[in-house]
């Protein structure tokens, strides 16, 4: 056997809940926590313990042992207790990149209440890795990074030292833990027992690592110390002799690595190959009602909140830190890898869905509040009290078909802009409110006149980042637009969209003249897997819509048109049905296709109720575009993989843990094309897509899998053991009625020269709106802050960079800007216009702590390849 240096590191991993609660988990958490302190604090010979790089473990511990935070404190401080970087231990494929930078900047400012956080992007459980990480670790500081899964030697070594690098340049050395981090658990004191565990584990380990030193994490899922470590060591030292045995913390091994850097291999891309150790690359399709939530809360506070927030606070009003942080981490406590996963019990998916809720509602009635503020305090000019706000939370202008609600106590209302020129508008709907609903203050007076609720439809050019208000008059008539008369289909300066007898829809896009046949056609199939992996079944069963039967109905209005397409799939309700070719159940399906007047996008709303189980649902979207590639958007830039594994042909004969199914992930958009057109698709919390067809020339959109355990063994594309557990989980059958909303973007050249991404962004950016009446329920005292009728905060050009945050600095009186540049080759020079006079303008770190540099005010300099830059403005 090989000499080598071998590193024991206590640890534990702390998955907060999984198939277990999170109260279950504490409970332990307690017991484990008193050991760990107890020997730290006593035990000279004992020199420190890692807390599984999360800090959110010790919000749960002080939440019920608040008593023992400055023992903790002075333990961190000793560099005993090893902590941070992270506030929960992330998933990367899922989750988008402000939500995995956030999950840094919170857990970093956690652990410097208590000393250093440890200096390692570690994630030793985390299902795949981003691309994207390097770039991320570099921008709070980090040098290392160390995990699991992923990994092969076709990504370019078979070594697990390396360094890896992000399109722009950015690098971490990395170290890989090939056989997981919990090789070294529970070690046992029989010497027969303990020299089997090693001799399979060594040579494995020696023959990977360049440096010699082999890691043996010594801890396991909520594991508690081992007291007889030191024993343990005695008698591995006995067996192995011609080995080093020692205690060492994880950045000794780095330090050892980095004195060898240029032998090590360099590597680039994300890691999410299932050879060796298992990395679920279809869990993104897993409980997709959860995923939905997740999506709609990250850019409800990234692309509305933070804004509309920053956007106050330049107007004089307060930015609550305290209230945003706390609907972050109420989302993070969902993002590691097992919750947003969705590999759960059905009782801890209930708590998952239940934190999604309370941030929404957080996050709701802080845009609500946020929006009241501006539009109540707005400069007195003579104009009625009632007012309508129309907000945009883009950097540059837009003009949008607005779907909105008026309530006024009036049979007839008429709109006008700040200038007094009348707006028309449409009518959509109207109803009879109580005005106790509105406030209730009016019927304790006795005061029972009705109020009426319009639902309208205008369309306006919004100012970038700001907002316009409209003045609306009770009692006023004003320019009302009728119904159009409007034809079987739906037409724009952009798209004509006709819909075929079986529902699916033919679309020529005038621009390009391109012709798009029979899309949205659906296909079910078998899903024999588990909540990490989709499986079909060995006797497969494939349905498709295109033989089907659809009702259709038209609605014309003036700034948009609809189809509305009904239909009804049949099913096999079970896998025993399937395989004998019954079918006995049926999914009623509704598409509302929109094509708003001005827009290049065609949004699609499909509304289905499930019935069967054990199944896969899917949307076939037909492209002209036979292509061996596809480009998707991940976090802070695109990435652009093979529409086939070619691993595929001998997964197999090679051993490997998974079927490598060319099965990606996306965050908001994906791309086929051709360098001269393509087709683009927009999702709202679908992140799962394959492209398939003979000719690799069709998206095919993973709606929603149900399946009813949580691990299952020998799954046709996972052969072996069950990951996880063998658990009912009847939840994640998907019941019930569910909704799903994309959308399609035609565009000419390729998608940056179309500035796809930021198409992508504004879909998920709606224009908000407030309406401002005389009555509220909930009284607000006026401020000394007069606001403008009109506002822009800044502004830039639609092409080159997109906007990723825009918010308040933690601790400073200044507004944080992040941009990044979506292109995968080419660099980019970049402006934004601050519509404000500056008193400083500086580059920052994602961490907000270090100055990169100082510009001239508004100019950001160039942009490598997905590369980001933050900016801090003093104004």
Known sequence: MTVSRVHLTPHMHWDREWYFTTEASRILLVNNMAEILDRLENDPNYPFYVMDGQTAILEDYFAVCPNNRPRVKALV????????????????????????????????????????????????DSFSMSSQLPHIFNGFGLQHAMFWRGCSERHGTDKTEFRWQSNDGSEVTAQVLPLGYAIGKYLPEDEDALRERLDKYLPVLEAAS??????????????????????????????????????????????????????????????NDGKYMRVHRTISSTRMDIKQANAAIENKIVNVLEPLCSIA??????????????????????????????????????????????????????????????IDNLQPDGHTADRLGLFNFSLHPRQETINTTLRVRASSFSLTDDQGHPVPYFIRGTREIDPGLVDRQIVHYGNYDPFMEYDIQLCATLPAMGYVTLNVTPHQPGILLPAPKGEDALENDYYRVTVNPN?????????????????????????????????????????????LKADVSYQHQPWQSTAVISLKMPLPRTLEDRAMR??????????????PKNSRRIEIELALENHA????????????FASKTVVADNQFGCITRP???????????????????????????????????????????????EVVGEKRDTFALTLFRAVGVLGKENLLLRPGRPSGIKMPTPDSQMPGKQLYRFALFGFSGDHIQASVMQHARDYLTPVRTFNKIPYDAMKLNLTDNKTPSRFSLMQKCISGSVLSALKKAEDDEALIVRVYNPSETQSLQDSLQVNATLSGWQEVSMDETRVNTENSGGQMGEFKPCQSKSFRIRF
């Open 77 to 124: 401080k000793a560099g005993k207790l090893i902590i941070g970087p992270w506030y929960t231990q992330t998933d990367t494929m899922v989750v988008c990149g402000e939500s995995i930078l956030r999950n840094l900047l919170y857990g970093m400012r956690d652990c410097r209440e208590f000393g250093e956080p440890m200096k390692i992007g570690y994630l030793p």
């Open 210 to 271: 360049l440096t010699g030193d082999i890691l043996l994490p010594n801890g396991h899922d909520q594991m508690p110390l081992q007291q007889n470590i030191f024993t343990i060591m005695e008698m591995l030292r006995r067996i192995y002799p011609q080995c080093s045995f020692q205690l060492s913390r994880f950045e000794d091994i780095f330090q050892r690595i980095d004195a060898i850097r240029p032998q090590l291999a360099l590597l680039r891309g994300e890691f």
């Open 313 to 374: 606070w330049r107007l004089g009003f307060d930015y609550h830190h305290g209230l945003i942080e706390k609907m972050w981490k109420e989302i993070m406590k969902n993002h590691a890898h097992d919750s947003i996963g969705c590999c759960c019990s059905d009782k801890v998916h209930q708590e998952i869905m239940s934190r999604f809720i309370l941030a929404d509602d957080m996050a709701e009635n802080l845009i609500q509040f946020t929006l009241r503020k501006i």
């Open 503 to 547: 529902g699916t829809l033919d679309i020529l896009d005038k621009q390009t003249f391109r012709r798009y046949q029979q899309v949205l056609e659906l296909e079910n199939g078998s899903d024999d897997g588990d909540e990490y992996d989709y499986s079909p079944a060995r006797e497969e069963w494939r349905l498709t819509s295109g033989a």
């Open 582 to 595: 019954i079918l006995n159940s049926e999914i009623p399906v509704t598409v509302n296709v929109t094509l």
């Open 613 to 624: 189980e054990d199944h896969r649902l899917r949307v076939l979207i037909p492209t002209p």
């Open 643 to 689: 529409v086939d594994d070619t691993a595929m042909k001998n997964w197999e004969a090679e051993g490997w843990k998974e079927a490598p199914v060319p099965v990606w992930q996306l965050m908001n958009f994906a791309a086929l094309q051709d360098g001269h057109q393509g087709l683009a698709l927009f999702t709202e919390g679908l992140r799962e897509f």
